[in-house]
């Protein structure tokens, strides 16, 4: 596997090997200083949560607004594919959004897991086990404390709503602290929001299902082999994956009345991790074919490239798609587009609660508020830091490296902010309008406490204790 320094070493030789005569010129454009600053933004750990914060503020403010009635309607429009006089597919905006637009966001929690487990920090028993504790009891505990407040009736459906960690805004103000943070608390609470992810899939799979279809589910699982066997076979094609992934296995699921995102994390699962070519292989081949570049015949009148040049830069081109997994591939090209389109989007359909008609004896009418803010406040504190603590104290697994009881107390708080993940179970766990309200205000007033309260207790480090700034070169 290529990793990126390796990347950079190569492109650097070609710079230096190619660009280091007196024709050599690197052209700049006027679209490059617009571009140049976005990418930078986008490039950044904190951006994803800093966009996502700003969708949500933007949520309420047209909630709230003298267009608050246009805001709510507009998600109501249908749309649907229309064939020989009938209409199939035909779903309002705020469900293409739900379970088209989040069934795209769930891939890519696929794909991350999946790369973890494979290898990264849930690949070895014993790096995982911490940070997987941590996370089933930052689940189970919000859980009971929200039934204690909801033990029955409609409220008692809405226990999965405090389970869930929103990793994008979590990690966005943990890189907020920078350096002061160590990076194994960076890379715990990344497992811990990725094994949380994990079991908010598995509770919307198994309890947030309405009556399956039978057959439906059967081909959807056709085409879930099918896709594997491509896995199987070698097949490395995105388009081979993509056709059978959305067309069959998302379709399929759909029309089961199994939610259509459990498809998309399924599907990510059947993606290759493996590569075609060593590392060691790959850096041997490119240097030659960089040397064959350097010594080709050039164009020196016109700022073109002569077809021998073309052909290696061919060759190169898919060597290098040989030494990255499909895997990698599609979470580094789809991480953008899910961060700063699809989080966004879903938090401007779901985020919007108007305060304008809300009477406060019917906004406390149930516990549903005080069973979300409480579960998301106190029993994702409670639930990270007592397993955690108590896997160190058996000694079943050690603390990171970095690691104090401080320091746990503030990523438990972080735990807390339950945004995006949070905000779905809520359309899924009810259907009254009132009790989706009390969902809402409950996960926005424990995120944003949580959110302050761990920013500070992170921040009110040792300095003599701070760790050495990281190398950005590593």
């Known amino acids: 596997m290529v990793n990126c320094n390796t990347l950079k070493n190569i492109i ?10 007196e024709m050599s010129y690197e052209k700049k454009y006027p679209i490059d200083k617009v571009s140049g600053p976005f990418l930078k933004f986008i490039q950044q ?52 959004i739900n379970d088209g637009l989040m069934a795209v966001f769930f891939f890519v929690v696929g794909l991350e897991l999946k790369r973890e487990i494979v290898a990264g920090e849930l690949s070895s028993p014993r790096k995982a086990l911490l940070p997987i504790a941590a996370a089933i009891g930052g689940m189970l505990v919000p859980a009971l404390i929200y039934l204690a407040f909801n033990p029955a009736g409609e409220v008692h459906s809405g226990w999965g709503i405090p389970m869930a960690t929103d990793i994008a805004f979590a990690l966005g103000v943990l890189y907020l602290l920078g350096n002061r943070i160590p990076l194994a608390l960076k890379v715990f609470l990344t497992a811990l929001a990725i094994v949380d992810d ?13 009556e399956i279809s039978v057959i439906s589910l059967l081909i959807g699982f056709l085409f879930l082999f099918l896709m594997y066997a491509g896995n199987r076979l070698g097949v490395r094609s995105i388009i081979y994956y993509a056709v059978l992934g959305i067309l069959g296995v998302w ?22 991790a493996d590569v075609k070519i060593s590392e060691n292989s790959y850096i041997r081949k490119i240097r030659a074919y960089l040397d064959l570049f350097r010594d080709a015949d050039r164009n020196n009148r016109i700022p073109t490239l002569t077809n021998e040049q073309l052909h290696i830069l061919d060759v190169v081109k898919k060597e290098t798609d040989n030494a990255i997994p499909p895997l990698q591939r599609l979470e580094h090209a789809m991480h953008p587009f899910v961060t700063f389109v ?48 108590l896997c160190a104290r058996l000694k079943i697994a050690p603390f990171p490296a970095g690691m104090n009881i401080r320091n746990l107390f503030g990523l438990g708080l972080l735990a807390s902010i339950g945004f995006t993940m949070s905000l ?21 007033a424990a995120s944003i406490i949580g959110g302050i309260l761990g920013y500070l207790v992170l921040s009110r480090q040792d300095k003599k204790k701070r760790p050495v700034p990281e190398d950005k070169n590593k």
Do not use: C
């Open 251 to 272: 379709t399929a699921f759909l029309l089961s009345g199994v939610h259509a995102t459990i498809a998309a994390v399924l599907a990510a699962f059947t993606i290759p």
């Open 424 to 444: 779905f179970i809520t359309q899924l766990a009810f259907t009254h309008e009132v009790y989706r309200v009390q969902a809402k205000i409950g996960i926005f």
């Open 198 to 210: 994990l079991g908010a899939v598995l509770v919307i799979a198994f309890f947030y299902t309405s």
């Open 12 to 21: 650097g030789n070609f710079a230096d090997h190619y660009y280091n005569s």
């Open 45 to 96: 750990e904190r951006s994803g949560g800093l966009v996502l914060g700003l969708s949500v503020i933007l949520a309420m403010i047209l909630a709230n607004s003298p267009w608050h009635s246009a805001y709510h309607h507009f998600f109501e429009h249908t749309l649907g594919f229309r064939f020989d006089g009938r209409t199939y597919l035909e779903y309002s905006i705020h469900h293409w």
């Open 342 to 389: 699809i989080i966004p989007v879903f938090a401007l359909a779901n985020a919007g609660v108007s305060l304008l008609d809300i009477d406060v004896t019917e906004l406390f009418s149930t516990n549903v508020a005080i069973g979300v803010a409480a579960g998301l406040l106190i029993g994702k504190v409670t639930g990270v830091v007592g397993a955690t603590w």
